[in-house]
Every structure is written in C-alpha cells, then in structure tokens.
C-alpha cells in the first residue's frame, strides 16, 4: 500500500548557541557567516523559506561590494551571472553626468544582485562556516531572567508546539518590524523626518549597461542592471504624490512618472512582459534605533532604515554585521559601545544625506551637491571598513563578556527564574 512522505519541521540541532540570529536575509546572514568562521556556533531562524526573494533595489555600493570581496563572496556572484558595473549615469533634467568606476582589485566595479542569488549565497557560504538555519519557523517572543537579560528564542513551527532555545546573544537581522526590537523596547535615538514611496518593475536589459539614476522636480527613478539579463527600474515619488496618484493603478502611475523622467526609461520599461508584476513601497521615515542591550543585539534594517532611495541598505547591513561581529568576539562592554559609536556615527550621516534627497524639496540645480556628499559618506566608510581586520576569535577573550550569563549547563532550555519577554502585552520579567 502506498505511503505520503510526510514532511516534518526543521529541528535544531542544540539547545543552546552561541548566538541566536533572528532574520536571515543580508543582515542576519551575514552576521552568522561572519560569526561561524570565527568558530562560535550559531543558530539563524528565517521566517520566509530558503531562497525566497524580497523587495529590493538590489543596487550595492562601494561599502557593499568591498565587504563582499574581503569574505571570498564578490568573484562567486560574478560566476553566478551578477553584472559588474562599470558606470554610473546621473540623469539631472536634460543634463547626464556619467561616471566610470575605477577598477582595482578588491573594487573591480559595482553589482546589482538578485536576492534570491544574493541571500542564497550569504546562507550558503554560512551554512558551510558551520552555522545553522531553520527557515519557515517564526520566533514568537524572547525569553529573559529574572535580571532582565535576554537568554534566548520561544519559536514557533507549522506542525510544531512552541520550543525555547537558549543563547548567549540574542541578534535580531529582521527588518522594519523587528520581533526582537519590539520584545526588548529597543529605544529610538532619531527618527527621519521623511518618507518616500516607490514602485519597483522589472524589464529586459542590454548587456554592458551601467547603473542610471534619474531626477526632475519632484519626481526621480532609477535603472538597476541585475541578473538573468533584467533591470529593476523604480519610479520614486513622495509619499503624498503616491496616495494621490499611484493606489488605483499603479501600472499607469509608474509609466507616467518614468516618461516624465526620460521617454527613453519608459520605453526600457514597456520591455517588460504582460504580466509582469510590479511591487510598491509605500514608504516609512527612517530611524536610528539603540543597538544592543543586555543580551541583545540588531543589525541591519532593525536597528537603522533609511529610505531605499540612496541603495544604501544592503551596505548598512554588511558593514553592521561586521562591527557587531568584531564586538561579540571581544565579548566587552566597551567593544558593544564602540561599535554602536561606529555605527551612529555614519548612521547619523546617512541619514541626513538619504533625508536631503528623499524629501524632494531639491532643485536641478542642487541635488548635485547632495549626491557629492552622500559619495563623501562613502568614501569615508570604505576607508573605514579597509582599515578593520578581519573578525577573527582570540581564544583568551572570545564570548568572554557574555560566558559569565550562560545558561546553567542542566537547564539548557528553560532557566530557573526565566519569565517570557512579552513587549506587546506588556508582561515583563
């Protein structure tokens, strides 16, 4: 008689990590690459499956693709199909500025990748260090002490009754609306003052073709080249302009918004198939939330957004998993202060440039300037990222600030005194 296979929930392999990751997309991957090569065991919870895409631009910058080379990962992409970039274009009314990127060796150019390459391939690359991933499983809330530390994860799978598991690090990568930044009342140190909105489609792409970034008043776009001979091309309004116009037909809006840009751009766009989907973000003002508590810690979108206008995401995350990492494999106070010092220091500068340009009180005649000082804010970060070494673990002092909160070794799962950390109802240990 025939028999179904029956497809049972990922299970963990521990009951206790070195650190817990929640998310993992750049940020969260990241983090747990880094981390696993330094030889710290390390569990990452996903609520999305493996592989899935997300809305994004896609467009890395310097920060990013430097990031990438220095962890083995920028020559795979290229193998996986990623285009290299070797030019910039800055569309100012009628007047093009274009750019050509110096090529060396750690920079060759820029990439666009998909996300499924992209996060597929940070996962991969950790999952080889030796962390581990449970993808399609939801963290329901984080669990404390009776001192208030945070000591681990209750997740939840379909199929599964609620499982607690301990850390000694809890590290949300999970975006905007952080379960760990929500759990653990992550204060808000600023909040943007604007917001944006934009509309994302992709179309066919010649090869060669470099990045192209668009302006007129009150409107801008972009051409991202990104794999499988496509670009990402964006119209990019304020979010009062997107209520207006965009919610009943977002397909018309779009078109209108990018021939106003450049009938050239609209053209690119008609490219696509009949039924190809468009994705809209509506928009949300940016944010630099604290970055680390006792037992806690977020990265990426959870602990600073700024608005998707500048393509500066994906190297916030990459340059904040690094710092987090170098602070966990110290393992003190003073290095989890310097890395947040580090971090708001370019945060505050990012988003003051991002601000500058997604609130579209720009004129032709200036938004030049505040792209040369968003390139200033870059270029100090790749000197910044080129001048750290590499996270390595030193075996005298790795985890030595948190070894002293470890679980007790007969009680791995449910502490002594432990209550659940629920923000959303207001229970607290």
């Known amino acids: ?61 310097r920060p990013a693709v430097l990031q990438l080379s220095r962890w083995g990962l920028l020559k795979p992409l290229l193998r996986a199909g990623t285009p290299l970039i070797e030019t910039t ?38 999952r080889k260090a030796g962390a581990e991933f449970l993808h399609d499983v939801a963290v329901g809330d984080l669990f404390a002490d009776t001192r208030g530390r945070v000591r681990g994860v209750e997740i939840r799978g379909a199929g599964r009754a609620a499982l607690r598991l301990s850390a000694d690090i809890v590290i949300g990568g999970d975006g905007i609306g952080s379960t760990v930044a929500k759990c653990c009342d992550a204060q808000v140190l600023r909040r943007g003052t604007v917001s944006a909105a934009h509309v994302y489609g992709y179309a ?29 091309i964006v119209a990019s309004v304020p979010t009062k302009l997107f209520d207006e116009r965009f ?21 690119q766009a008609s490219r696509a198939p009949d039924d190809a989907r468009l994705q809209a973000f509506r928009g949300v003002p940016g944010y630099i939330r604290h970055a680390h508590g006792p037992g806690w810690a977020l990265v990426g979108d959870a602990g600073f957004f700024r608005d998707p ?14 710092g987090l ?12 202060a310097t890395w947040q010092q ?44 080129a001048a750290h070494p590499m996270p390595v673990r030193r075996a005298s002092s790795a985890m030595s600030g948190l070894a002293t909160y470890r679980a007790p070794a007969n009680e791995p799962q449910a502490m002594a005194g432990s209550s659940l950390y629920r923000n959303r109802t207001g229970v607290r240990p």
Not at 99 to 111: F, K, V
Not at 206 to 230: C, K, M, Q, V
Not at 325 to 336: K, M, N
């Open 1 to 61: 008689m025939p028999t179904t296979a029956i497809s049972l929930p990922p299970t963990p392999k521990r009951a206790h990590y070195d650190a817990i990751i929640v998310g993992a997309r750049c940020a969260g991957a990241s983090t747990a690459l880094l981390l696993a090569r330094a030889g710290l065991t390390v569990l990452t919870i996903e609520r999305r499956p493996y592989g899935s895409d997300t809305l994004s631009t896609h467009a890395l910058m």
């Open 89 to 126: 274009t800055f569309h100012y009314g009628e007047e093009e500025i274009t750019i050509p990127l110096n090529a060396g060796p750690d920079l060759p150019g820029l990439i666009a990748p998909r996300r499924t390459v992209l996060d597929r391939m940070l996962v991969d690359a950790a």
């Open 204 to 232: 066919p792409v010649e090869p060669g073709a470099g990045y192209h970034w668009y302006f007129r008043d009150g409107i801008a776009g972009s051409l991202i080249p990104t794999n499988a001979g496509l670009a990402c």
């Open 247 to 267: 919610r009943l037909d977002h397909f018309r809006a779009r078109m209108e918004v990018l021939e106003a840009l450049s009938p050239a751009l609209a053209e």
């Open 309 to 322: 206008i500048t393509s500066h995401g994906i190297a916030d995350a990459l340059r904040d998993a690094d």
């Open 325 to 336: 990492t170098r602070a966990i494999l110290d393992g003190s106070e003073a290095a989890f």
């Open 342 to 385: 580090e971090r708001d220091l370019f945060a505050h500068q990012i988003l003051d440039t991002t601000d500058a340009i997604a609130g579209f009180d720009w004129s032709l005649a200036d938004i030049g300037e505040r792209h040369r000082r968003f390139s200033a804010v870059m270029k100090a970060e790749v000197r910044a990222i």
